[in-house]
């Protein structure tokens, strides 16, 4: 039986080399068993939205369940993060950032990538022109809103490098700030808020945007985690749903209408506000950036360039540059 458990929470690229071959454990799990669904559960890193499309479309087409796996997807709650449940034994697989996960590793969290779906950064900062922002150098001391949850690393390694001198100003997840003039510029995911501040009435050309990849920062974002234990007792079950998931998205890029409709079911069982146009701009923007484009790497792989500057960025950032994580150590990857 596949079951889709409740949310709780309200919540350039460059020619480069194949990714290194990895070594395989010698405690293998064993090949599924067909005849015998084995249970998985999956936890998304955040609320429920097109940014999850592909796994809501494996699960309702059945491609899990063709891959002998009763695959269950818990939405994280306002009291445990999808990174507790994972560590606690409630989740077997999850999603995050990527440069988030390479942090968590390095502080001792047991973490490995099991699969890379993003291939490129969607984080980026908007200005408003009004506000006299139309260059980079207009951005130096203005007040700039990030999010409190993090995905941080990439906008202060860019205000330190272009020597900005912002004030910044912890925000929570929603534009208000920023379209009631409380803040000169805020973060933004190309494919979220910069779609929604432009559905709040604000267009376009009254904007001046800074997409952070085309600046030398184009760091891929969602891929799939589990623990190294996990990875050795269900190492057959995990290589399935990433194998199940990669079809999912797939399918969901060329049913798009489809894969709204579950996205949309999901948020109105959570008594999530939704608007379809700005889940289709959403389902849109985030299969854009899953493909590797000119990176020498299929779906779902992790460059080792792209993982060696992610790598840079954190080391820079926590002035430590003794960190020491290999490829090897923190990318198994699933995905072939």
Not at 118 to 140: E, F, N, P
Not at 254 to 274: C, G, R
Not at 280 to 296: C, D, L, S, Y
Request: hydrophobic share 40%; glycine share 6%; proline share 5%.
């Amino acid at each position: 039986m596949l079951m889709l458990l409740p949310f709780t929470l309200l919540a350039q690229p460059q020619n480069q080399s194949q990714p290194q071959n990895q070594s395989q454990p010698q405690n293998q799990s064993q090949p599924l068993d067909h005849t015998q669904l084995e249970p998985l559960v999956f936890s998304p890193h955040w609320i429920p939205q097109a940014q999850f499309a592909g796994f809501y479309v494996a699960l309702d087409k059945g491609f899990y369940k063709e891959a002998g796996l009763d695959v269950s997807i818990v939405h994280p709650s306002a009291d445990v993060s999808s990174l507790e449940w994972l560590e606690s034994g409630k989740a077997d697989v999850i999603s995050t950032f990527l440069m988030d996960a390479i942090k968590k590793r390095v502080k001792g969290h047991e973490l490995v990538n099991i699969a890379q779906l993003s291939q490129h950064s969607a984080l980026m900062l908007v200005g408003m022109k009004s506000r006299g922002i139309h260059t980079v150098a207009d951005l130096k001391g203005k007040k700039l809103g990030i999010w409190t949850s993090g995905f941080d690393d990439i906008p202060f390694a860019f205000i330190r490098e272009k020597q900005l001198d912002m004030e910044v100003i912890r925000i929570l997840s929603t534009v208000n700030l920023f379209l009631m003039g409380g803040i000169d510029a805020m973060t933004v995911m190309h494919y979220n808020e910069y779609d929604q501040i432009i559905n709040s009435g604000i267009n376009e050309d009254e904007l001046t945007p800074f997409y952070f990849a085309e600046y030398g920062y184009d760091i891929p974002e969602d891929g799939l985690y589990c623990l190294e234990s996990t990875l050795s007792t269900k190492r057959a079950a995990l290589a399935e749903f990433v194998k199940a998931t990669l079809k999912g998205w797939e399918y969901a890029a060329q049913h798009k209408d489809y894969a709204l409709d579950l996205v949309i079911a999901e948020m109105n069982k959570a008594h999530l506000p939704n608007n379809r146009a700005h889940q289709r701009w959403m389902i849109e923007t985030i299969i854009e950036h899953q493909q590797p484009g000119n990176k020498a790497i299929k779906p779902g792989q992790l460059l080792p360039a792209d993982f060696n500057k992610a790598l840079r960025i954190i080391r820079t950032n926590a002035n430590q540059p003794a960190i020491d994580l290999t490829m090897d150590a923190f990318y198994h990857g699933l995905a072939h």
